[in-house]
């Protein structure tokens, strides 16, 4: 595969940065046109690579884009998962370059989705076609890359069901994950779901004067903030009622073994500038990322955030709160739990609504399974070191359901790395990763 990089790398990039190109925010009305144009070009990028067919199928939401490649029926089958949507570039004047005029610049390609996930799904592109074309590729191979796994997949569930046939295989492969470090390769066995919801806090009906009114009427901001401040207690703990119930405690056996991976604190605090960690006592920061869930404010607002000073009292507030979930942690029910306590612990002089946004729940997989032992030793041989088990703190909600609906195990072979930035100003995608990342695919799917 290596020599095949070489001969082929010019192309690689022009056919990457032609996704890459294409302005696929699927949280955005304006890029729905983006949307259908970044699937039909993933559909030719799926045939020029071998597939027998592909094509755009439509869905609730935004497209789905499925490719097959059918040795025999008889063999076993390899579903890749993958995304094109990516997240808005706000605030983009942090942005050293255009987000959707992709650069190389110090060993890296910088631009929106560069990592999440137009680059980690090329590498399985590109890697089904070195495998179709040197004729090593024993098995059948099917793709699903969707349109909306940023706004939390609302129509792929559906269209999954529907078209469960189709997706018929043995594993799905995914690499929309990261890695410990450049030099401790990681195979992710498990993610934790998500619960989203935003709140509103409401006082008086219109805007007040703060001198007329202020000291005689309840501040919706300030409300809001001493509710947020109520979620959490001195030790890291959440305080809804019930949302520990059904979080499995992990034995001091498994703690063990996810303490294999290695971890620099005074490295992580100097690379976010932070003086020192937070959460939940009782465990490490690894843990606290991994096998517990958590709760976070994404974003709070109100009254007059405008240049220069206005003196008003707000009627409303608003805040956006995320939940991670761990496994056997359903999202709804914690939805519903967070909404009952909230309204609950709203004062009498506010009105509170919880508008519930997307969920998901998380997921488990063995590390004893034969497609992990086949990545396990694929990327042994790229990286030269055995890749340590680890746990995502991110979600990809959608897995938990496609592995219910198909009945399969989800497989995260990420290549990404913390340093990448996604969902951030300047996201970026090492060069080594995306190549490491086709070598150690190829090498998966022969030993597979």
């Not at 082929?8 to 890029?31: A, N, T, Y």
């Not at 089958?77 to 808005?88: E, I, K, N, S």
């Not at 990261?178 to 989203?196: A, F």
């Not at 290549?415 to 060069?431: A, C, K, Q, V």
Request: glycine residues 8%.
């Amino acid at each position: 595969m290596k020599n095949y990089i070489e001969t082929h790398k010019e192309r690689f990039f022009d056919e990457l940065f032609s996704l890459l190109r294409i302005p696929s925010v699927s949280s955005l009305e304006q890029h729905k046109p983006d949307m259908q144009r970044c699937a039909d070009r993933l559909v030719e990028l799926l045939l020029e690579a071998g597939a027998d067919e592909a094509a755009v199928y439509p869905t609730a939401g935004h497209p789905v884009v499925f490719g097959q490649k059918i040795i025999d029926p008889s063999l076993p089958t390899v579903l890749v998962y993958g995304h094109y949507d990516v997240q808005p570039v706000d605030p983009i004047e942090l942005w050293q370059s255009d987000p959707f005029e992709p650069e190389i610049r110090d060993g890296a390609i910088y631009a929106r989705g560069a990592n999440d996930d137009k680059g980690q799904l090329f590498m399985h592109i590109k890697a089904f076609e070195f495998m179709v074309r040197e004729g090593g590729l024993k098995h059948n191979v099917k793709f699903i890359l969707e349109g909306e796994e940023e706004i939390g997949s609302p129509s792929l569930a559906a269209w999954a069901k529907a078209n469960k046939e189709l997706l018929k295989a043995d594993i799905i492969l995914v690499s929309d994950t990261t890695m410990i470090s450049e030099s401790v390769p990681s195979i992710n066995c498990g993610m934790r779901g998500l619960s989203y919801v935003e709140v509103k806090v409401t006082g008086p009906n219109k805007d007040l004067h703060s001198g007329h009114y202020g000291g005689a009427v309840a501040n919706p901001i300030n409300v809001l903030c001493d509710m947020i401040s109520s979620l959490i207690d001195k030790d890291g703990h959440i305080t809804v009622k019930g949302f520990y119930d059904d979080v499995v405690e992990l034995s001091a056996e498994d703690r063990a073994k996810l303490s294999r991976a290695p971890f620099d604190m005074e490295e992580y605090k100097e690379f976010l500038d932070i003086n020192e960690v937070k959460g939940e006592k009782g465990y490490t920061t690894l843990e606290r990322t991994g096998i517990r869930p958590c709760l976070d404010v994404n974003g709070i607002w109100g009254g007059y955030t405008g240049e220069g000073a206005k003196t008003v009292l707000p009627s409303v507030a608003h805040a956006k709160i995320s939940m991670r979930l761990v496994p056997n942690q359903d999202s709804a029910t914690i939805t519903k739990l967070f909404s009952e306590h909230f309204k609950a612990i709203a004062p009498d002089y506010v009105k509170v609504e919880v508008t519930p946004h997307h969920g998901g729940d998380g997921f488990l997989i063995p590390i004893s399974s034969p497609a992990y032992k086949a990545a396990e030793k694929a990327m042994t041989e790229v990286y030269g070191i055995e890749p340590v088990p680890s746990r995502g703190g991110g979600s990809i909600p959608i897995l938990a359901d496609l592995q219910r609906i198909l009945e399969i195990d989800p497989l995260l072979m990420g290549f990404g790395l913390e340093r990448d930035t996604i969902h951030s100003p300047n996201e970026s995608y090492l060069l080594k990763q995306l190549f490491a990342g086709m070598e150690a695919i190829a090498l998966f799917y022969r030993y597979y």
